[in-house]
């Protein structure tokens, strides 16, 4: 099917039943493409200056994928996954998610795409400091109906013990493992992670990267994960390389690593 024919006009966003099993396969065999990007420009003006962040990115991820996306400060990393993430427009070509066309949605459709097929694991964790780890997992049932339940999501990243804690009370790997659970409690279909180890120590950090590959490998879930750590590219099925807003070289890994082999 051609992508004009893929395109949908309509205001209603079909809900995928996330609790069903997907069809990671394509009729051929091969993994089924979760997102496309077709010549994806974001281009932004101050006063008479126009500039663009990210131009001409054209990408292929599968269902059920680890993406690494790589680059220096600045080179585009956030654009192109605040634009996956539905929480930024392209200015122009197209984003396809399962063969809908987010470029043609309204802020109300793109407002519950997110609600229904991301979730979003933050730098800094994000964690409302007033709230337990149970509290701030539980949260997300205001969002969305078939949430999982916040203890099992917890006793999912080794946080049974710590669920009526305050942010405060818990270490940095802890409170990124609640902001783990936070996201994951959504089942989404694609799991976004900006620079997650950053603020973390280097055990810490291999603990929550042995997580995220997890979610991608026994979860079926895609994992795209932004980052400046080149070491982070031997753990994930396909490499994004991005330099000066655009796509540098797309690599993939057919014998990634295991997250424990990883060493920075």
């Not at 205001?11 to 996330?18: C, F, R």
């Not at 996306?69 to 993430?85: E, V």
């Not at 997992?137 to 999501?153: F, G, S, W, Y």
Request: net charge negative; aromatic share 6%; hydrophobic share 35%.
């Amino acid at each position: 099917m051609s992508l004009s024919k893929k395109k949908k006009q309509s205001e209603d966003l079909q809900i995928v039943d996330l609790g069903a099993d997907t069809d990671l396969e394509a009729e051929n065999g091969e993994k089924k493409v979760l997102i496309e990007f077709e010549n994806v420009c974001k281009k932004y003006s101050q006063g008479d200056h126009e500039f663009y962040a990210l131009k001409d990115a054209s990408l292929k991820i599968c269902e059920g994928q680890m993406v690494v996306i790589l680059g220096p400060s600045g080179a585009g990393k956030s654009t192109l996954l605040n634009l996956l993430g539905g929480m930024d427009s392209a200015t122009s070509g197209h984003i396809w998610f399962d063969g809908e066309d987010l470029t043609t949605y309204t802020d109300n459709q793109l407002t519950r795409y997110r609600a229904q097929n991301v979730g979003v694991v933050f730098q800094f964790y994000n964690l409302i400091p007033t709230l337990t780890a149970y509290e701030n997992v539980a949260l997300m049932k205001d969002i969305k109906d078939d949430t999982t339940d916040p203890r099992q999501a917890l006793a999912a990243v080794g946080l049974e013990d710590h669920m009526h804690q305050f942010p405060s009370q818990m270490s940095g790997g802890e409170q990124q493992r609640t902001s783990i659970a936070r996201a994951v409690a959504k089942n989404p279909r694609l799991l976004l992670c900006d620079e997650p180890t950053g603020a973390l120590d280097t055990v810490t950090g291999k603990e929550v990267l042995m997580l995220l590959q997890n979610m991608s490998r026994e979860k079926k879930r895609t994992v795209v994960m932004v980052t400046h750590n080149s070491f982070f590219a031997d753990i994930a099925d396909t490499v994004i390389r991005v330099k000066n807003g655009g796509i540098e070289s797309i690599t993939c890994n057919d014998k990634p690593k295991d997250a424990t082999e990883v060493f920075w």
